[in-house]
């Protein structure tokens, strides 16, 4: 089986900042924490001969970090989508191109995280689906056995699990229930030096820079800090007398009938 | 012709969410703001109750028809861009849930439109949206602007303006052909703990300071006593105390409520971005430096073992009285 992983290289988490021209700061990138649990599921499966993983990521030079890092843990090859017409790109374009680069790929399955650390949209998986026309399963806890160009999955709804059959190809999205991802090895960073990573810029995938369609749809209009607003009230002492606090602190907002 | 605001709404047992019910009621306010028509679109199985509710808060009721009484996501988000596609939506608003981030993504691709994410606050200004978030962690407040007509993932727990008058708008059914890629479900389970997280008014959630069982029992007698719903922090999760349809956070789920009670949990930036838009936040936690104490406007430093059993009791005494004096 053919496996696409879908890994964005994000800002590490907490240390997200905008750069001068008011866009995410993208100088130093890592593999998308929600993207991992994909990676080790699709991981497991390579272990057991049952499948090759492509990394596919579309962003600035420095997201090259975030495939060799998935390259080191043991995925074959990787996939650089970046061009400079790209910069500063919305969830339209973004979606518009990984469909572009999947069009130019062979693969049963593509799998993405749930959400991003920096943007927290979470809707790129499913605007990727829709644009291929192949069947979206989100949230997948585990996969299973494939038979019949189909694979079964087992996901978390909204209100509970289901096990469910997904013609292939199809667009996936993992869960945290996947499992913590691998760390590499030494010699798996070693090894990763060595694999092959493509970069494909728009014309590669012919795609026309000036396309309406790939220019930023949406902008950020003004920016501020959220300052610590919070009264931080602490209360300590005996158990009796921080439970009244509490008593008397929620009913003064009118939360204790 | 004019121009809509759609609100789409999500129907669960034949009622609208009660998040729906906002998000029109937030068309409705965009609406009359921009001299638009605010549109509520339907397209699960609705009872009659459902639609005469959001009629009065919208101008316009569309019940899609598919043929299935609960499509999902990505069936409805398909029939929402035939009708994208024949109209003329200003902008459409979507709930950022699990299903809505589908919806939206679905309808996004499918229809090449814009989406503004985690919307806590969506005006017209400027003959456009303009939507408010907090991102980077709740660090920054963003404000934002789409170039053509969006759709808006609006964070759930964001409420509809002061009540507009009533209207009394119009039900229209429409038929579409949904041609969506299946999938088939063979099984489905209804999870222990509660779906309803994102919506709820008010969170109660467990940490890893509760320890075990015990003491995520006590802090659902709590939850229990302020009427709300029992959440997790990611560590309660992976411990096996709660399912993961609980969790709070960066990988769980994005609560707004209007009140936030966390016991045993540190506050770490994963949890916190699941839940520090919260109106009040109160922590009960044995340590004094967590991360909690910053996000707090009520943080106690104690044994939660010891203050939350006496904290149910005197909630649940108070409520004795008060209904006794009613």
Redesign the interface.
Known sequence: MRIVLLVKGVPAVGEERLDASGRTDRARLEPNGADEYGAEAALRLADAGLAEITVLTMGPAPAVDAIRKLLAIGARDGILVSDPALEGSCLRATSRVLAAALRKLEFDLVIAGADTSDGQGGVVPASVAARLGLPLVTSVTSFGGIGDGRIRLERRGPYGSETVLAPLPAVVTGSQLLGEPRYPSLRGIMAARTKPISTWGLAELGLDPSDPLLAPSTRLAAAAPIEAVRAGVRVGGAPDDAAAAIVDFLAARGYAS | MSAEIWAVVDIAGGRPSPQSLDLAGIAAGLAADAGLTAVAIVGQAADEAALTALARACARVTVLETGDRDPTP?AR?HALATLAAEGTPAAILVSA???G??????????A???????AEAVAWADGGI?TTS???????????????P?VV?VQPGTRAPAAPAATAGSVTVRVVQVAA???????????QGS?AVEEAA?VVCAGRGAGGPDGVAAIEELADA?GGVLAAS?AAVDAGWLP??CQIG???KRANP??YVGVGVSGA??HA?GMRTAK???A?NRD?DAPM???????????LF??VP??T???RE??AV?SSQS
């Not at chain 2, 981030?101 to 499918?110: H, I, M, N, Q």
């Not at chain 2, 104490?293 to 044994?303: M, P, Q, R, S």
Request: hydrophobic share 40%.
């Open positions: 990505v988000a849930t699990g299903p981030r589908e919806l939206a993504g679905t309808l996004a691709g499918l090449d439109l814009p989406v503004l994410v985690n303009e907090s991102v980077f962690g709740g660090r920054l407040r963003s404000t934002s602007r789409a170039d053509g969006p993932l890629p299946g999938i088939d479900v063979l099984e489905r389970s209804t999870a779906p008010t302020l990611r993961y349809e960066q990988t769980g209007q009140l930036a994963a971005s009040t936040i109160v009960i004094p104490a910053e996000l707090a406007d009520l943080y106690v430093v104690g044994d010891e203050i006496r904290l009791a005197r909630l108070r409520a008060t």
